[in-house]
């Protein structure tokens, strides 16, 4: 009964404004490439320090779900993720968008969102003692062989063109080599350039890959609009029909708990969450051909685990003070600014804050639901705009958004090299998701083995697989490369026998 | 296409060489990453360069946009014109420098109705300062506008 005098507590007018106004902060950063969840929570932190604590978290809070489910929408209509964990959303949310199905992929990605926000809220208030113990047992074994795991999605990704997306993924294995080696101070590979020391920063190398690449490959057909056919059933609808949540509940149930779990492991974000689902909803699916080419279970997967990791990488931050993300880490910043220490005493002394702040998360997914919906209806027009007009504006956000990350033109000139190799990779064929993934999960790979080879006595593939959690993540990766394998292996023969079949018609 | 796969396969095993060369220099454990990703780079380059003479393989129509040589020319010169909004972001401020990138890129893509597109961009900009000057506080290059 307590717990619900604190869920009462959430609808106060005050604590109410806090959710709309993070809200709609998050929607509109998340949806502006380059800006990020964590910039946002940053910038907004200041903001709070002269309000009382409840209203403070739950706008934070708010913001932080808001903006990684706001970057859906770009993702979705521009083919510019807002924010690095939408980038599995574009796959399938801008072949929709072309397809003049935006009003689909914009209706899933909102409910899925608003799950996966919803069970990891409700995780977080249930689980959150019990879960945070599984963070104890993640030594360097673990987060080398979840960053391998992590990586087979680039086979999945690519399967259709695997050797091409492995190739990708390998480069941006090594452009994560790049900058000072943080064991010797060595740098690697920086040709003497200061700017490189710190290494590539990926949101500028993701803003430059996905949206200005897209802007380069508008500019061959500028008289166009990105919609290529009329919209489809031109109906909105806020909720998904029957057959959209019959398709996708399953993926509902399987993406929140992904993006639970990884959003439980510390440095294991929204972007790997979104990945890793992204993955499993393609492997546990029965038509595979459809991710990729405009997929509503691909939608659900990457935007349900994204929103799912939310909630869940609080966990950590509320129990142990460790945080699960980026954004957790600032968050955890919020905490001590307002007197509240993470541990025992969140949960016993400041229950009643701790709890209200738990529940308003919740009510904040299902606010950001109404809200996305309500200016989604509008934000679809941008589609119908002719490229002429979107190719400036894409170009002037990329820069902006590159620019506000450290108010530097490295981080620009950084989003402008990463646009034109996008740009080239994507004539000659190669996709940019593989390359990107290699960045981010590059560090937490090379960190997790050397950290491994240090401490193995003996060796270190024995000491890595060691651990039952390690093990169990290397028979995922090896399961997850023979599907694709599979897959890649099927395809190719189907296509044989269909120019097989082919040549014996002309024959004919 | 199996051309352009080829010669991006070449260039793959042409560019590792003196990547993996650099690396010597490394600290022992320092180099052990950067060569892994350098050994997956020739082996599928290799793999590339074998799939490019398979009769089966080698016809598959993989590039996105337009196949027409020329139609590449438009996004480089909008590159190259982004380069320079860049650049002059430093001496003119921002938003100059903005104005003069678009007053270069509505030509090169053929836009006729230039004053309706300028006055939306100009809205764009407007958005811009809003969003990112006044609000979330970012200090954009002010150059002569200061």
Known sequence: ?508 | MPWINRMIAVSLMVGVIPLWRMADRFPEMGSVFPRVALVAVITLAAAMLAHSFMPGRARRVETEGTHDPRGIVRPLIGFAAGLGGVYLMRHLGFFPAMIAFVAVLFPVLGVENRRTYLMAIVAVLIGVYLVFVLLLGVPLTAGLTE
Request: with cysteine.
């Open chain 1, 1 to 508: 009964m307590e717990i619900l005098s604190f869920v009462f507590s959430v609808f106060t007018p005050m604590n109410m404004l806090a959710i709309v106004a993070g809200v709609v902060s998050g929607l509109v950063i998340g949806g502006l490439p380059g800006l990020t969840a964590n910039l946002g929570v940053a910038l907004l932190l200041p903001v709070t320090f002269s309000m009382e604590v409840t209203p403070a978290l739950l706008m934070l809070m708010s913001l932080y779900t808001a903006a990684i489910y706001g970057g859906s929408f770009s993702a979705i209509l521009l083919h510019t993720p807002g924010t690095s964990a939408s980038a599995a959303t574009a796959l399938d949310g801008f072949v929709l968008t072309r397809r003049g199905e935006f009003a689909t992929a914009i209706r899933i990605a909102t409910f899925s969102s608003v799950v996966g926000g919803l069970t990891s809220g409700i995780a977080l208030l249930v689980f959150a003692p019990p879960l945070s113990l599984l963070t104890l047992e993640f030594g360097p074994p673990e987060y080398f062989m979840l960053a391998v795991f992590a990586l087979t999605v680039i086979a999945t990704v690519s399967t259709g063109n695997m050797v091409k997306g492995l190739i990708a993924g390998a480069v941006g294995l090594f452009l994560s080599t790049v900058g000072m080696d943080l064991d010797s101070g060595f740098p690697r590979y920086t040709f003497g350039l200061f700017a490189l020391q710190s290494g590539i920063n990926f949101v500028p190398a993701v803003i430059g890959l996905f949206s200005l690449s897209q802007a380069l490959m508008m500019c061959e057909n500028a008289n166009a609009t990105i919609q290529g056919v009329d919209s489809r059933g031109g109906g909105w609808r806020f909720l998904p029909t029957r057959e959209e949540i019959r398709a996708i509940r399953a993926t509902l149930v399987r993406s929140s708990l992904i993006g639970i779990i990884v959003g439980v492991l510390p440095g294991a974000g929204a972007d790997i969450g979104s990945w890793v689902s992204y993955n499993e909803a393609r492997r546990f699916a029965r038509d595979k051909s459809q991710f990729g080419h405009g997929s509503i279970v691909g939608i659900s997967a990457s935007e349900t685990a994204n929103n799912a990791v939310t909630g869940s990488s609080l966990i950590p931050l509320l129990t142990l003070g460790i945080p699960g993300s980026t954004t957790a880490a600032v968050l955890l910043g919020a905490l001590i600014v307002h007197g509240l220490l993470p541990g025992r005493a969140l949960f016993e002394e400041y229950a009643s804050t701790t709890y209200t702040v738990i529940a308003g998360f919740l009510v904040a997914n299902v606010v950001m639901g109404a809200v996305g919906m309500t200016l989604g209806r509008f934000m679809v027009h941008i589609v119908r705009l002719p490229n002429a007009a979107l190719i400036p504006t894409i170009f002037i956000l990329s820069i902006v958004g590159s620019y506000s990350l450290g108010n530097n033109f490295v981080d620009i000139y950084t989003m402008m090299a990463f646009g034109l190799l996008g740009y080239v990779m994507r004539k000659a064929g190669f996709h940019p998701a593989p390359m990107i993934l290699g960045l981010i999960l590059g560090p937490i790979a090379e960190t997790g083995f050397r950290q491994s080879v240090t401490l193995a006595d003996g060796p270190v593939v024995a000491y890595i697989l060691g651990s039952p959690i390690a093990l169990i993540l290397a028979v995922l990766t090896l399961l997850s490369v023979g599907t694709a394998a599979y897959l890649e292996t099927r395809g190719t023969r189907a296509k044989r026998r269909r120019l097989a079949g082919g040549t014996e018609r002309d024959q004919d």
